[in-house]
């Protein structure tokens, strides 16, 4: 087969995480059979799957969190208990007494422990040297620093999380099955930020909810993810009481539309897929009772998906015209096939596949094409995504989309053959991109389309990074090398030009992360 090198180009940059340095050959490979490169990680068994010794279940990780926020809750009763009493005469107002009492566990557990190093202290950290010091520390050069904070559970935990997904992100071969991951994570997302859990459950909820359904059937991760204790703590469902049930009855609390118009709005049909607020509250009602067990285990192992039938709206409902008159858990998963498959949720998929692959404005008949594929095979996610691959549209494109900030940096990574052992570096970059690991600020998930990323202060942040990266690797590498393990003979001429000018090896290979060639896909 005929050597390809602006298909090559298309295979890394568009479907993959971009060329890796070394002796890898990626693009002499994605040149000689763009589409097979592209396809052949889609054939390997088991190759989605993110199975790292050392990392825990969602139950097991539910226990560890559950107990850390009981003993911290512990130790603060304890210290409130011991404390001297105040030295105004009467008892703390009434108010602060209940302030105190609503605080929850999760809250408590944010408050005391660590920050993130990376999130808490950018400026001080070795990770960023070129940033100023705090003018305390510049007026006291002499005093020593204290020593960092050891890392609780939920910080070593998503370390841990992060860094088995960064160094599959570096050492993949293409990068397109680790693109679909990162695609569907973000159609499915929840943010880690919303409190110890979600932190502690991130990376589980990927690895458990998205990876094993990837090249599966949508209607199989869309019941997963809906039922994944991280998407029920998320969006509040847990709290959610059906108003005629045992416990609404006995309880101050009601329903709660949180996961059920998400489901609907960001999960399935999309905005304007034909449901209506009626809808909304019905599958709402319906379910009522997904929860997950908590520390004590009264409804199962602590942290495990289960049913609580007392939580449970009882009776028929009606959503999107149909009645479900099943009873328990099965009533809403008997709701989730049927929209799984509605045809509003083939266009809404096929949109979002194709703008997030291929343009922010992709063309009118590949989307329609996605839409019959997503259809005719029942949500056969490998199916789909084999059409984009095949598809003309998606190779004749030009390459107009900036990388996410996640893409940028994973895709340096391998170029310059950096396997982490650590993860604070990328996550150091993710945050001042905007873009941090598994917290997007909403629902809805990061932005796809290229305003967002293509900003000018996104961009100057992009070259203050690719500087710091220069600055520490330049002298190991020749970015002229490194040009032809990019793009070879499809970098154009003005890039070429820029980099053999450049006035240092530093200077030449911060101009290479910032080219078209490297930056767009």
């Not at 090198?5 to 940059?13: D, I, W």
């Not at 070129?130 to 020593?147: D, F, G, I, S």
Request: one cysteine or more.
């Amino acid at each position: 087969m005929a050597r390809d090198s602006q298909a090559g180009l298309v295979a890394l940059n568009r479907f993959g995480l971009g060329a890796r340095g070394g002796a890898s050959g990626d693009f002499l490979n994605a040149a000689s059979d763009p589409r097979g490169f592209v396809k052949q990680e889609l054939g390997r068994p088991n190759g989605v799957l993110l199975e790292v010794p050392g990392l825990q279940s969602t139950p097991a990780l539910g226990k560890a969190v559950f107990d850390y926020q009981f003993e911290i809750q512990q130790a603060r009763d304890a210290a409130a208990k011991s404390a001297p009493a105040p030295a105004t005469e009467g008892q703390p107002p009434a108010d602060a007494k209940a302030q105190r009492r609503n605080l929850s566990l999760n809250s408590i557990a944010m408050d005391m422990a660590p920050r993130e190093p990376s999130k808490e202290q950018p400026a001080k950290s070795a990770e960023n040297p070129n940033a100023a010091m705090a003018p305390t520390e510049a007026m006291r050069p002499n005093t020593p620093k204290p020593l960092p904070a050891p890392l609780n559970i939920i910080q070593k935990t998503f370390r841990a999380e992060a860094l088995a997904r960064l160094q599959r992100a570096v050492m993949a071969d293409c990068g397109f099955v680790e693109r679909l991951v990162v695609f569907w994570s973000n159609h499915f997302c929840i943010s880690a930020n919303k409190g110890g859990p979600a932190r502690m459950w991130a990376g589980s909820f990927e690895r458990e909810a998205i990876r094993p359904h990837v090249l599966g059937r949508f209607g199989d991760m869309l019941k997963a993810v809906e039922q994944h204790p991280a998407m029920l703590f998320f969006l509040d469902n847990q709290q959610s009481l059906g108003p005629d049930s045992r416990a609404g009855k006995n309880r101050n609390r009601g329903l709660i539309e949180n996961l059920a118009r998400e489901i609907l709005e960001l999960h399935t049909l999309g905005v304007g897929g034909g449901y209506t607020q009626e809808d909304v509250t019905a599958l709402a009602n319906i379910i009522t009772g997904w929860t997950y067990a908590g520390r004590l285990g009264q409804l199962g192992a602590p942290g495990s998906f289960v049913f609580n039938a007392n939580a449970h709206q009882p009776g028929a409902q009606r959503v999107m015209g149909k009645i479900y008159d099943a009873a328990g858990v099965t009533q809403g998963e008997a709701v989730l096939a049927d929209i799984a498959r509605h045809r509003s949720t083939a266009k809404f998929i096929a949109g979002k596949f194709a703008r997030h692959f291929v343009a922010d404005d992709p063309p009118p008949a590949l989307v329609a094409r996605l839409a019959d594929v997503f259809t005719r095979t029942d949500g056969d996610l490998k199916a789909l995504a084999t059409a984009l691959v095949d598809s003309d549209e998606a190779w004749k494109a030009p390459l107009s989309k900036m990388r996410s900030p996640y893409e940028f940096l994973v895709a340096s990574g391998r170029l310059l053959a950096q396997i982490p052992n650590d993860p604070g570096r990328y996550l150091t970059g993710l945050n001042a991109l905007g873009q941090p690991l598994w917290a997007p600020a909403g629902p809805n998930g990061f932005p796809d389309g290229n305003a967002a990323w293509a900003a000018p202060e996104g961009i100057k942040l992009r070259l203050d990074i690719s500087a710091q990266i220069a600055s520490r690797l330049a002298d190991g590498v020749d970015p002229r090398d490194l040009l032809e393990l990019v793009a070879a003979d499809a970098a154009s001429s003005e890039t070429r030009r820029t980099i053999e000018r450049a006035e240092s090896r530093q200077q030449a290979l911060a101009l290479l992360l910032m080219s078209p060639e490297f930056q767009r896909r």
